[in-house]
């Protein structure tokens, strides 16, 4: 069973920047594309980003496209969600999920998940 830890949330004022990273406590990920989800208060699960198992593809939202940076480290097994130029409007809770095959976009196709970590952001 692959459980995925997040790590990294936390306060920040708008304009401001945070790193969140997953990482499994259990068997390697590496061979699983990662995806970074949010959900907000009232609000659905919301795709941010995906990349696939080996790195070389990337996919983004469109509302933080230039702005978020997925990245993954096969040999730590964590994947990073480097989140710049923060708005109000990314508040949520985000979480971390694996695939076992592609690298899709939509919540359903995930195989597990994190607990999700906590991004507040000040206006």
């Known amino acids: 069973q692959v459980q995925l830890v997040e790590s990294g949330g936390g306060f920040v004022q708008a304009g401001g920047s945070l790193r969140l990273s997953c990482g499994p406590s259990?068997?390697?990920?590496?061979?699983?594309?990662m995806g970074w989800f949010r959900q907000a208060p009232g609000k659905e699960r919301e795709f941010v980003a995906a990349i696939s198992w080996g790195g070389a593809s990337t996919y983004y939202a469109d509302s933080v496209k230039g702005r978020f940076t997925i990245s993954r480290d096969n040999a730590k097994n964590t994947v990073y969600l480097q989140m710049n130029s923060l708005k109000p409007e990314d508040t949520a809770v985000y979480y971390c999920a694996a695939a076992v095959s592609g690298t899709p976009r939509y919540p359903g196709a995930y195989d597990y998940w994190g607990q999700g970590t906590q991004v507040t952001v000040s206006s």
């Open positions: 259990g068997r390697t990920f590496s061979r699983y594309a």
